[in-house]
């Protein structure tokens, strides 16, 4: 549906419902527009629905586009829809987003443990570790074993962790 089509839904009379909400959440995703989801994700959320996992989804996204922290209540709401999502389409969504949800929210060990099913989000993961995580938090995830490949992450989260891990290679901290 291209964003012509959701104007002429949108302009129709009457409440054009949930499902055209999110799909212009997801359009002003895509085009820059984070906010501007995250306010209508938030609507969809604020009226109970067979969409909430949905509408939990793109808050996520629109939350971390932005870098910005998250409740650890959207965490458990995610959680709670994964429950009821098992063997679904929507399981590896609720997955992903709850990945991100955690790290939003500062439960980086819940988050790294989950990059096992989702390894694609490591860079995310690392992206809001650099600008949320506490530095003694970093250094439990930053400081690699030597024999481990370093991940492929931002800028930010690099400058952070190259200079732990050649710190590391170097001996160690001394106290």
């Known amino acids: ?17 949930a499902a055209v909400s999110l799909m212009k959440a997801r359009l002003d995703l895509h085009a820059g527009n984070p906010a501007e989801a995250e306010r209508i994700a938030e ?11 949905e509408a939990l989804i ?16 959207v965490a458990v709401a995610l959680q709670s829809h994964l429950a009821g999502h098992k063997g679904t ?6 997955q992903d987003a709850l990945i991100l949800a955690e790290a939003a ?3 980086f060990p819940a988050a790294f443990a989950g990059l ?18 506490p530095d003694d938090l970093l250094l439990t995830f930053a400081v690699l074993d030597p024999a481990t490949d370093v991940p492929d992450v931002s800028d930010d989260a ?3 962790t190259d200079a732990i891990s050649w710190h590391h290679r170097q001996g160690g901290w001394r106290l």
């Open 1 to 17: 549906m291209c964003s012509s089509d959701l104007d002429a839904i949108t302009r129709a009379p009457g409440d054009p419902g």
């Open 43 to 53: 609507e969809v959320i604020n009226d109970p629905g067979p969409l909430q996992p």
């Open 58 to 73: 793109a808050l996520t996204e629109a939350r971390i586009s932005q870098h910005l922290p998250m409740t650890p209540q």
């Open 89 to 94: 389409d929507l399981e590896p969504r609720l």
């Open 105 to 107: 929210s500062g439960n």
């Open 116 to 133: 096992q099913l989702h390894p694609a989000r490591e860079a995310d993961v690392w992206a809001l570790a650099a600008i949320l995580a």
């Open 158 to 160: 690099a400058g952070k």
